[in-house]
């Protein structure tokens, strides 16, 4: 099966900048997609940016556009986050998520899920 490991969450204020990343081991696919996904207390899972691994392709949240930038690593089957222009309601636990699909996808069906890293913006 497949691996994934989020890092780099933390309490920041709002404006600030953080990066996440993503280390997916184990099972490798011939292609897939990732993503990132938050889900704030008492709310539903939502999609928050995903990238194709061969294509490159890059979808964001509406929520989150010209705000956070998804990128990967090939060499290091990486896959980040950077989250600039953080603001309150950016707050919530952020998962990492593979599916063997080449399109990205933006519902939460996803084949393989992280733990999640906890990012908290303050005002």
């Known amino acids: 099966q497949v691996q994934l490991v989020e890092s780099g969450g933390g309490l920041v204020q709002a404006g600030d900048s953080l990066r996440l990343s993503c280390a997916a081991s184990?099972?490798?696919?011939?292609?897939?997609?990732m993503g990132w996904f938050r889900q704030a207390p008492g709310k539903e899972r939502e999609f928050v940016a995903g990238?194709?691994?061969?294509?490159?392709?890059?979808v964001y949240a509406d929520s989150v556009k010209g705000r956070f930038t998804i990128s990967k690593d090939s060499a290091k089957n990486t896959v980040y986050l950077q989250m600039n222009s953080l603001k309150p309601e950016d707050t919530a636990l952020y998962y990492c998520a593979a599916t063997s699909s080449i399109v990205v996808v933006t519902t939460t069906r996803y084949d393989y899920w992280g733990q999640g890293t906890p990012v908290t913006v303050s005002s």
């Open positions: 184990g099972r490798t696919f011939s292609r897939y997609s």
């Open positions: 990238i194709g691994w061969i294509n490159g392709n890059t």
